[in-house]
Structure formats: structure tokens, C-alpha cells
């Protein structure tokens, strides 16, 4: 079965278009949240420019809405002259309706009326002026008069019988284009709109070609020609670009490719001089909502994806070359999202951003739950995944805490990979399951991850750093289960009974008894937690005391984190925490969930809790939309759960350096020393974890750029960045051949 997945956009400017309607009702939260995330298509968004002028510019999406005004950051409005001064009609905003044509001084808001006459067709309009027809085919420039009326300039030196097919207007308020056929042939001239003359310019131009131009140049069919060049003068052929013809910016016409390929080269936005014929970039990757401005200018949105799409101003420079300026951030639309999980102060959200596929995302979170960046792509654009039926997120994920997420991805044949990404936006690692399917992914931390097959068979899967793949290291029948560090939890031959074995081993590291009457059939830990669940009962056993603890077991599957359990009531919505870190079970209801939404999923569904650092995350019935709250619950002090600190044959070099992994249990800001046998620190390094897992890498010199054979011996200070508990410090040696 493949779950729908179901999307809706909003449309720039602010109004929603949904691709369908549904019943949801938003979320209604006991505790304030901290923060909120929406997940965002990052596909580059077309824009139209319903008018750009010397102070600002109208747009909408290509695909429709409302429109937006922007302003040009820190630009003097132009002054106000009146239509007897046509260079201030570059910030005239023009409107017809019906025989009338209002013209707007955008900066001063005044304004004049042009009516059109009896017996002439509206054309076109700029700045002040507006271009008429009457009925033996004479165009006619019309302009407001003081008085009130219309002042009627019949334009001369247009050819006789010549039948326009449009009208253009570019970089200029003083001139208008006039595209017309005349004995079969296609030809573009401009009317003078100061003294109503016209003027063709260039002639036998190809049917789907484009005409661009300013004060200074006319270019059309890859031909240009100066305004100002004598009459008889032959344009001459401009060596093509990329794409079409979009504006002309004083000596530089610009050109680029208006159909935008997805998933192809980013396309960019090139220029050649009129005057030199050198070529050049402007703008990449740049595509759709590219135009000429009225002041000469020209506008082009540019960016390396929806997520930073900007509209930029082009104008010309005194060298003869362009510049560039952000004028304006065009907000991407929101998309459904299929699923999300949190480790480490780092939400991971999967849903279709790409516009080729889906794709994980994170948002980066502060020790207070607070989003701290922009949406980051964490894998490539992925191929969809058959879904089991039933209350199941598809595909399934479990964020690890070590900055990584592992997921079951279902083939055509309905057999099952684990799968394991979020260090680059590249790289997959997989790990077959034999041919295993109707699966769960219930755990994992760091580097392991559980794997329940439907055939009862049951797998742990190591994805050390490093590999390219995952390895299977455990085997074994299907029963409750947990990963919590390198040990598995799993129920023991006596009643109630929870034995741990370590992964890398195989040595069993102690047998709990919990005080369960039964056999578990639900195991979860976390640090010195451990949870199970049989029947209609349910308890948490703290190992560092021995605490037994009785919490609630109704409504459903219940999640583990660090001090707490969270459980959803799928009859009321309401997502419910249960505080147990003093011994003491203590429920409270956290937000009351939306009745539908985009996933309706379990845990790593519609909401999640951090099992590294004690933040909780959910659909809060807004599109794309995601909640932060804190759970209120005092994590745990910072601890080491995991390390992998060997070295590769040869010792650490400028291309294969010593690069350790130690996974802790939340995150930390950290400072790794490596000193010699004298006890001199040769080389410090300082970072912060990748969810709660130290990354660090080390080429075996030192500060000074010299590198010396020698045992090192390493020190790891790893100081929690939530300020609770003490700073956690660990040694080892490594050595320099």
C-alpha cells in the first residue's frame, strides 16, 4: 500500500491555495511553544513582474495569487514633474479600464487620466504616455494634459498596411516597441514617444523571436542596432547566449533560458556586450522572472534553491559592465510533511521539497528548543517508499543523535533495506535485510540501528563511521528489544527480567530486574532509563538507582525519552507527558493535537521527543508546519555512550586523517587537545556536536605545521550546552607514524 501524499502551496503575496480541502482543526497548546519550523519546497519559484519602475516593482507567481509590491532598499523615490516630463514616468504605474487610462506617480501618489478617444483601440502604456490605434491602422501617442483633457499625437512614419502583432515595452519611458508584418515579413520598430515619430529598425526577424531595448539599443532576432545610428544603418548580428533575450542594461543585453529544467544544471544568466562583444555571467543560477525595469534597469530572481530565491536590480556600471543587488527574499512555498524526528537539538523533516522527490531536511535547534537556521537539505532527492497499512510515518525514520537518520525503504517487491544518511547531501548507506519485509525500524542510537523483519527475525545494523555500507552484527529472533548505546536490552528467561549485551562483544552487561508480572512486549532505553510494557501495564526501571517506576499504559505505543514518556490518545488528540525522572510518575496533557493532518503517523509522524537533549516536536495542523516545546524534564548529566577512536593503517595524514566519532548522549560544545610524550599541547581543536555525536578530524600536525612520529596522547573536554551537569572529559592516545 502507498500512502497519498498530499500537498498544497502558498502562493506568494499570502493567499493559500490548497490542492484539496481537509477538516483540520490547529493545535491547541497547554505550554506556549518555543519555536516553529516550516518545511519549504526548494524549488526555485517563476515570477511575473506586473510592472518595475525606478522605485520598486509588482510580482506574482507565474502560477497565479495575489501580487506584492516590494521597494528598492534605500533608493530616493524619483521627484514628480508631470506628464510634460516624460523621464519621471519611470515611476508611473499605469491602469486602464475601459476608455480610461489612470497613471499613478508611485512615489507622490499623484496621479492624471487619459481617455481614450472615440474610434481608437487601446495599445499599450508607459510612464506617461499611452499608444492608441485608430481605425485606418495610424497609432496614436496619448498623454494627460493640465486642464484635464487628453492631448492626441498622431505618430508618423509608420507603414502604410503594416498590421501589428504586439507591443513591448523595456528599459525606456521615452520610446515603445511595435512589433508588425508587412508583405509577409516580420519587423520591429519603436515610436519616439517625445515627438510621435517611428522607425523600423530591424526587419525579416523570426517569428518566435524576442525584441528587448533601452535609450540606447534595440536588439531583436540576435540582431542590435543603436537608437541613435544614422538612417539606412544595418543592425549587426550579436553572437548568441544561453537562453532568449530578456533586457538590455546600457551597453549589455542579457539573455537566459526561460523553461527551467528540474533536477538539471543550474541555469545562469549571461550577458554580451553590444559594445565589445565580451561575454559574461550576471547571475547563477538564475531562471523565470527575468525583465527590463523602466529606468533602464533590469530585474532577475537568482539563487542556489527556493530555500535563498532573491529578485535582484541589474544596473549599469560606468566600466560598461553590470551590477548587482539583492532587492527582495521570495518566499518558497510550504509542503506537506511525511514524517519528522528529533536528536540533539536537530529536527529532521522529511517531505517532497525538491520538486523531483523527497528529501530530509533539518532545522537546528538552541538548548532552549529554539529554531537557530534556515532549512538544510540532509540527503539527496530520494525515490518514494512503499507504506505498510495502518498508524505508521512512511517511510519510518529514527534520527540516531549522531547528526545522521536511518530509514526503511521498501523495494518494488516489497523487500526492505535499513538505510542511512544526513552527513552530506550525497551519500547513502544501505544495509539489505535479507529479504525481509513488513518491517519496523523501533530504535538505534549512534551507530546501531534495530531492525523487527515481519518474519521474525530481528537485526541490529552498524553504521560505523566511515563506511560506505551497513553491516548486520546481530541476528537473532524477534522479541521486544532496545539500542542504547552498544548495549541491546532484551527480555531475560526470568519473569520481568531485562538483560543487556554488549554489541561489540557480545558479553552480557548486567540482567535488570524491572518488577514486570510478565514478559515485555515493548523495551525502550534511554541513558539509565529502561522501559517496558506487557499487557495493560507499563514501568520505567532506573539503573542508576534501582527505582521501579509505575507509569500509564493505556492509549497506545508510548516513547521513551530522557526522564519522561510520551504517549498520544488517539480518541482525544491529546499528546500526554509523563514526568517520572524523581520516581514519581506525574501526567500531564502537552497540546491538544490537530483531529487530521499531513501524516497521521506515530511517534516519528505527526510529532517526536529528543531522546538526546528533551525536546519535543509536532504537526501543529498549519501546512508544513512544526512545533518546538520543551518537556519541562531535567536532562540527564552528559555522558559518553559510544567511541570509535582506532586508527587507519599508516596513521593520521592530510588525506586520510585521524577522524574519531564519540557519541554522546546530548549535545555538547567540545575542545579536543593532542599532546606529545612531553606533555606539550602540539594542536587543539574545538567544535560542537553533530546532533549529540563529536566529530573531529586530525592530520597529525601540529600548530606549528610540523608533523612528528610519536604516541599522542588525546583529550576530549565536552562541555553541555544546555549548562546542566558537569563537563565530561575522556583520554586516549593516537599515533603519528
Known sequence: MTRSRRLAKVALGGAVVLTCALPITPAQAADPPVGTVRLSTEKRIEIVYQWAGASGFQYRSATGGST????????????????DDLATGTDVVNARSGSTVTQRHRSTNVTATVTIPSGQTYAAAVGWSALTRDTAGVPHVLRASADGTTTDLPVTGFPTGAQPTGYVTGGSVGRLAVVYTLDGKRSVGLVDLTDGTFRTYVTDVAEDS????????????????????????????????????????????LASDPDFAQGGTPLTLSSRSLVTGVASTVLSPSFGGIGPTLDGGALATAGPSGLDWNVHRITPTQDGETATEKVAKLPPYAVGVQGLALAGGELFVYGETTGVGSRYSSFQLDAMGRPTGQQTPRSPALSGSACLPGDAACPQLEAMGDGRVSYLWTNADGQESVLNLGLDTTTIRSEPTGGDATGRIPGGSGRYVLYKGGSGTQRVVDFPTGTTDGTTVLTRSRTAAAVWGQVIWTPGTNQGAVVGTHLKTGQTVGTVATGAP???????????????????????????????????????PARLADGYLLRENRTTHELLLTDFHTGTAATRVLVKLPTGDWNT???????????????IAYLNGTLGEVSIVGSGVPASALAQMEAQTATLPGGPTNLNPWQPVWQLNKPADWT?????????????????TKGAAVRAAWDGYGEDGRRTAGTYTWKLTAQPRDDQGPALTVTGTVAVN
Open 672 to 688: 579536543l587537545t593532542l599532546s606529545n610524550a612531553t606533555g606539550t599541547v602540539m594542536r587543539t581543536l574545538t567544535g560542537a
Open 68 to 83: 506584492t509590491w516590494v521597494d528598492y532598499p534605500d533608493v530616493e523615490p524619483p521627484a514628480h514633474a508631470g506628464p
Open 518 to 556: 510478565c514478559t515485555p512486549t515493548d523495551i525502550q532505553a534511554v541513558n539509565t532509563w529502561l522501559y517496558w510494557a506487557c499487557g495493560g501495564t507499563a514501568g520505567v526501571y532506573d539503573r542508576a538507582t534501582g527505582r521501579k517506576i509505575t507509569v500509564p499504559a493505556d492509549h497506545g
Open 210 to 253: 524576442e525584441a528587448v531595448f533601452n535609450d540606447r539599443w534595440l536588439v531583436a532576432d540576435w540582431k542590435s542596432i543603436r537608437i541613435d545610428a544614422e538612417p539606412g544603418t544595418q543592425p549587426a548580428g550579436v553572437a548568441g547566449l544561453p537562453g532568449r533575450l530578456k533586457a538590455v542594461v546600457g551597453d549589455q543585453v
Open 601 to 615: 503517523g506515530g511517534s516519528n509522524g505527526r510529532w517526536a521527543a529528543d531522546r538526546f537533549g528533551g525536546h
